[in-house]
């Protein structure tokens, strides 16, 4: 590789820095959550979608991703994942791997709980702007506050290549 490709990978790679901080990044109430949306497949050239996700005590259904494999970053909280059949207690500081066409789901058994989902490849962040909305303040929905349209989600995540299990 000539010095002239690596300076423009590097000017290339520098034209996409960027940084949010712990409360930063795109709010939106999703699925009795906060999610924020702290880098976006347009911001990451593609390779990744970055979301935190702020909830109390819940569980999401059994599902698979078709498209993107997903990382898990405990970050506060006592979370269960199960990935592939196979259940992992999982406190701050835990991280978890569950490849893409692999069932999985997590249930947060005492919270609240902050999570850091790392897709890839990005894109991620469209299933999760068409089943969300703006979060109108910054704290968790209030219950039954903007949940998607059940009948319609295992259409919409089907679109994003996702799967409802259970």
Same mark, same amino acid.
């Given at each position: ?49 970055? @979301? ?11 599902? @698979?991703?078709?498209?993107?494999? !997903? ?7 006592? @979370?269960?994942?199960? @990935? ?6 999982? /406190? ?8 893409? /066409? ?8 005492? /919270? ?12 991620? #962040? ?6 969300? #909305?703006?979060?109108? !303040? ?24 996702? !799967?409802?299990?259970?």
């Amino acid at each position: 590789m000539t010095a002239a490709i690596e300076t423009s990978q590097l000017s290339e790679n520098a034209s996409r820095v960027f940084a949010r901080g712990k409360d930063e990044g795109t709010a939106r109430w999703w699925m009795g959550s906060l999610a924020l949306i702290k880098a976006t497949s347009a911001e990451t050239g593609g390779l990744y979608t970055l @979301v935190e996700v702020r909830e109390d005590e819940s569980e999401t259904p059994l599902h @698979v991703h078709h498209r993107e494999d !997903e990382t898990f970053w405990v970050l506060e909280g006592e @979370v269960e994942f199960e @990935v592939g059949g196979t259940i992992t207690h999982a /406190g701050p500081g835990t991280m978890l791997f569950g490849p893409r /066409g692999v069932p999985h789901r997590y249930a947060i058994r005492r /919270g609240p709980a902050r999570l850091l989902f790392l897709f890839t490849p990005g894109g991620f #962040e469209g299933l999760l702007m068409e089943t969300s #909305e703006p979060a109108g !303040e910054f704290r968790l929905p209030l219950e039954g506050e903007a949940m998607p349209d059940f009948e319609t989600l295992p259409a919409t995540v089907r679109k994003y290549g996702c !799967e409802l299990l259970a």
